[in-house]
């Protein structure tokens, strides 16, 4: 049997620098909600048996409506997410039954997540790993830079940029979570703690939408996956 997963979905905050009156999630791609399209795709997913999802503050019922809408009986809880990535993590692992052993935390911001995708990521649990990210070997050249000075060129070779779905052990995640800690994201928190991570090649088209022209690619995308 395929291993068992819980997911949290990352679907609060404003998404400022996306603009527009709605959250971010609520913006229109190809006529739905961005959030409809992870939840969808989750709910698809045989490995996934619940999601919780951190809505936007005054928007759990739209979401609750929407879960109902396209049929994701797999949704158990919509939480209100805190005011950080973080705290709205925080928040939903709180609605994930003590029971259950591996968890998948994915932002909203990138709908094009896949079945592919979420084996990958849940694989290397089943070999000794606490934490797995996917993520894409960085193509142009970095730079450090302190105002409008440049620094150091940075040695791309050992960086990877990460992504979204991020699998995690449960406890590890509980425990790295327990602490006050504040980071962009989850395997952040279990590096800081020494904890046993390891990242998978991710997917160009888990791209994460910013701003309106990220949402014009994604929705050049969405046939083909
Ligand atoms: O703002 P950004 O796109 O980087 O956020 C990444 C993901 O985290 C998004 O899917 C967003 O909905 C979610 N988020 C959240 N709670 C916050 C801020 C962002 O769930 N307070």
Do not use: N
């Not at 990877?160 to 052990?169: G, K, L, W």
């Not at 800690?181 to 990242?199: F, I, N, P, S, Y």
């Not at 994460?208 to 929705?219: F, N, Q, R, S, Y």
């Amino acid at each position: 049997m395929s291993a068992q997963a819980w997911a949290v979905v990352c679907a609060a905050g404003a998404g400022e620098r996306f603009g527009g009156e709605r959250p971010k999630v609520f913006a229109a791609l190809a006529g739905r909600p961005l959030l409809a399209e992870s939840l969808e795709r989750l709910e698809a997913c045989e490995e996934i048996v619940g999601i919780v999802v951190a809505a936007p503050a005054g928007w759990e019922e739209p979401v609750i409506l929407l879960a109902e809408e396209l049929g994701c009986s797999k949704v158990s809880a919509v939480v209100t997410g805190g005011s950080t990535r973080g705290g709205s993590v925080r928040l939903a692992l709180a609605e994930i039954p003590g029971e259950a052993e591996l968890v998948l935390v994915h932002d909203a911001a990138r709908p094009l997540v896949s079945e592919e995708i979420v084996a990958r990521v849940l694989e290397p649990l089943g070999r000794g790993w606490e934490a797995v990210v996917p993520a894409l070997p960085v193509a142009d050249t970095v730079k450090r830079v302190e105002d409008e000075r440049v620094v150091e060129t940075v040695d791309r070779g050992s960086l990877v940029s990460a992504q979204t779905p991020q699998a995690f052990r449960a406890d590890v995640l509980r425990t790295a979570y327990a602490k006050q800690g504040e980071a962009t994201d989850c395997a952040a928190l279990v590096e800081e703690r020494g904890g046993r991570v390891c990242w998978v090649e991710g997917d160009q088209r888990l791209h994460k939408v910013t701003t309106p022209d990220d949402l014009a690619l994604v929705e050049g995308w969405l046939g083909e996956s």
